[in-house]
């Protein structure tokens, strides 16, 4: 007996609103073409695989003749969306189970079948079910069939017997990633209300490692009214092109532009991006910079080369010179150790370790510097050796 292997679809094929729980099952008429494809009946399974139906286990077999006696084994591998898997005429069938991972998927063998286009039947079958087809092999196709799982099937024909696996995952969150949030900008950003979540993240256009979030919900209902006010509660302004929002912190380090997708609001699809380098500092430095708290007109970061190696800094502007004290006590009070001071040329320089020289490896170090009017924040991350 031939195994289609469980190769699950990466969940990143559905993100993004255009992607909505799926309808009813269509019932299709081929009863003129040699294979005959339909959509089986509603069932009231559950929605998890049941290990409560008679006699079956994640080890059984069985070989039968009619579709309807498989609904038992398809039901105990995907609950209540059995009714989603388009049936496949013959009077031979095999079905068995595979596990992998906490996965349970039903293959089904549809043996001495005379059709030799099964798969491009059964393909458009699949697409007039709400299918979306992907471009494998063996075919594969995916739907969603509630706010948060996605049913997915493999299918392939060699000689004369068709083989297809159905199983279904979790591919979206019924939280807020609060923590992925945290972690990649920083901060706490107010919450948008979903019953379910789909998200990824990345470096947007601006170089900025951006969040993307589908926030997905049944009833759209002043979805966006209560999200804009959420975000005003918060002290967010936002602004409005032509149902693109962009909407910044009350500090302007963070940056949240989203749309209503449908115009329902039943998904509000959103990015988001701190423009303080909360990540930078965490992969590259491997400590979290703590943000100066005394007043500034404005604030910019970059990459800078120097004569003894090559920097992040960060520039605060319209400070005082009392700014590299206070700053250097915030330091001090994170954790940091005062190493020394200098003046030269460019300024008055002190110098915070952050770890020492250990076998070659240089650890990082902080150097702030005030000049005109101007807090630098210097991180190294390439020492020339002196």
């Known amino acids: ?183 990649l900008v920083s901060k706490d950003v107010p919450v948008c209300e979903a019953d379910a979540y789909a998200y990824q993240y990345g470096e947007n256009a601006r170089g900025y490692i951006s969040v993307q979030i589908d926030c997905y919900s049944e009833n759209g209902l002043n979805r966006m009214d209560n999200w804009l006010n959420r975000l005003s509660r918060a002290g967010y302004e936002y602004t409005n092109q032509s149902g693109w929002y962009t909407a910044t912190s009350s500090d302007g380090e963070i940056i949240i532009q989203f749309d209503d997708y449908y115009g329902d609001g039943t998904c509000i699809e959103m990015s988001m991006y701190s423009l303080w380098p909360a990540y930078d500092m965490k992969v590259t430095f491997g400590f979290e910079l703590p943000r100066y708290s005394g007043e500034y007109s404005n604030w910019y970061s970059r990459y800078m080369t120097l004569t003894s190696g090559e920097y992040f800094g960060i520039y605060y502007d319209g400070v005082t010179s009392a700014s590299l004290t206070n700053y250097g006590n915030q330091l001090i009070q994170k954790g940091f150790t005062f190493d020394q001071e200098e003046f030269n040329d460019y300024g008055y320089y002190v110098y915070y370790l952050k770890g020492k020289t250990i076998n070659g490896v240089y650890e990082p170090w902080l150097q702030l510097a005030y000049q005109d009017g101007t807090l630098v924040v210097a991180v190294p991350y390439t020492i020339l050796e002196s």
């Not at 079948?113 to 992907?134: K, V």
């Open 1 to 183: 007996m031939k195994k289609l292997v469980i190769l699950p679809i990466l969940a990143l094929l559905l993100t993004g609103c255009a992607n909505k729980p799926s309808s009813e099952p269509i019932t299709t008429d081929t009863s003129a073409t040699d294979s005959e494809i339909t959509t089986s009946e509603d069932t009231d399974s559950n929605t998890t695989p049941s290990s409560d139906i008679p006699n079956i286990t994640i080890s059984s077999q069985a070989d039968t003749t009619g579709w309807d006696e498989l609904m038992p084994y398809l039901s105990f591998a995907l609950g209540d969306y059995a009714k989603y898997v388009p049936s496949y005429s013959s009077h031979d069938y095999h079905v068995s189970f595979q596990k992998q991972d906490d996965i349970v998927a039903v293959q089904v063998d549809c043996k001495n079948i005379r059709s030799t286009t099964a798969e491009d039947s059964y393909t458009t079958t699949l697409a007039m079910n709400e299918f979306q087809i992907t471009d494998e092999t063996p075919s594969r196709a995916y739907k969603l069939v509630s706010i948060t799982d996605c049913l997915f099937i493999t299918y392939l024909q060699e000689d004369t017997t068709f083989y297809l696996v159905a199983y279904y995952q979790v591919v979206r969150d019924v939280n807020w990633p609060t923590q992925l949030i945290s972690t």
